[in-house]
């Protein structure tokens, strides 16, 4: 079930661009591991899923949009991930679920960032603030790298670039906070392996999805996703 579900969450994001972490932060939630383990866990698998997607679609890479990116992102979820070490579990699912929600209002209502000198650097370390305690930063890293023009492929490699970052930032903290033991490395291992085969499939669906197709995709995405993180916090 767990390659499974890994195999899914490369899919979800290649073809929506977002919602794969979360999808993995929840099953592991739902199969009574603790939150912060399952922020650890994924991390060490979506390092790996989304440095295979940076490489899929590295021509199309822009890199004026994810160095300043970068430079926030990375220290913010560093710092935020030891912070979530020593957060209760309710907190932590009761933000996971909060975020969800957050995703469903986003992809409704349409969340826009608008791209200004320096925003990137502060947009960068909200998601990685978010992504260490909730594992949601995808939901305000992609109406940012939309409103920043970009889109496709395009879109799809600057946010792998960007979630990089963050899961270094995020392995930092947690590897810090004492959070990384076997059991850990083990579901993350196992997810590094599943995920990027779920990319190449998403890959495959991208080229053939009509671009109508796109929008009922990012909400049923997010509403599906904040079903699943209710469920985790009740």
Do not use: C, Q
């Amino acid at each position: 079930m767990a390659i499974f579900v890994a195999v899914l969450a490369g899919i979800l994001t290649t073809v929506a661009g977002m919602g794969g972490g979360t999808l993995l932060v929840l099953f592991l939630v739902l199969t009574s591991h603790s939150p912060v383990e399952a922020l650890a866990a994924t991390s060490v698998g979506l390092l790996v899923g989304n440095t295979h997607r940076l490489w899929l679609f590295r021509e199309h890479l822009n890199r004026e949009v994810a160095g300043p990116f970068t430079l926030g992102a990375l220290p913010a979820a560093a710092v935020m991930s030891l912070v979530a070490v020593s957060l209760p579990d309710t907190v932590l699912r009761l933000g996971i679920a909060a975020v969800a929600l957050v995703g469903v209002a986003s992809a409704a209502f349409g969340l826009r960032l608008k791209r200004r000198a320096g925003t990137a650097i502060t947009t960068g370390a909200l998601v990685g603030s978010v992504s260490a305690t909730t594992g949601g930063g995808g939901i305000i890293a992609g109406p940012f790298f939309l409103t920043s023009g970009l889109t496709g492929p395009a879109y799809i490699a600057t946010g792998a670039s960007g979630a990089i970052a963050v899961h270094i930032g995020r392995l930092a903290g947690y590897g810090s906070g004492g959070i990384l033991d076997r059991d850990v490395w083990l579901w993350g291992v196992a997810f590094a392996v599943a995920i990027p085969l779920g990319n190449l499939v998403g890959k495959w669906l991208r080229e053939r999805i009509p671009k109508r197709a796109n929008r009922p995709i990012e909400l049923g995405t997010a509403a599906g996703l904040a079903a699943l993180a209710i469920a985790s916090a009740l």
